[in-house]
């Protein structure tokens, strides 16, 4: 298990991102399935995202911890807030698309079996993977998250 240090947590953004920046990347647009509900990837991004710079001292707010005081109306009253919110989700983005969109052979093969099969279990991916493996070269670990 992994710890969850900044560039953990910052990793794990650019993790849940992947589903709307394989739409973006494979239909042109996204869906209202990769945000509009507490529960959607994009909701627990911007949980995730709020929790950085509220509850885990890793934001521009400096070592405070509001674990539980901060809700979504929040982020709508505090400028420097959202902003902050709001750079990392997209600095994640941005992560995330540029690592499908140098992967795309492997995205295109893994969304076609995934097709035809309608569920794939780890052992399908991980051979779907080693037929068509992930190009590394040139990626490197998100930058660290800018403060708004």
Do not use: W
């Not at 993977?129 to 590394?136: K, S």
């Amino acid at each position: 298990m992994q710890a969850n240090t900044r560039a953990h947590l910052e990793k794990f953004l650019v993790a849940l991102l992947g589903g709307r920046a394989a739409e973006q990347l494979v239909f042109g647009e996204v869906t209202a399935g990769a945000g509009g509900a507490d529960d959607s990837d994009l909701g627990r991004a911007t949980r995730l995202a709020t929790r950085i710079e509220t509850a885990y001292g890793f934001g521009s707010l400096g070592l405070v911890c509001l674990p539980d005081g901060i809700s979504h109306h929040d982020l709508l009253m505090f400028d420097g807030l959202r902003a902050a919110v709001g750079s990392a989700i997209d600095q994640a983005y941005a992560t995330a698309l540029n690592i499908l969109s140098r992967n795309q052979p492997t995205l295109q093969t893994l969304a076609n079996t995934l097709f035809a099969a309608s569920y794939l279990d780890q052992a399908e991916i991980k051979a779907v993977l080693e037929q068509t493996p992930l190009c590394t070269e040139g990626l490197t670990d998100p930058p660290p998250l800018q403060h708004a």
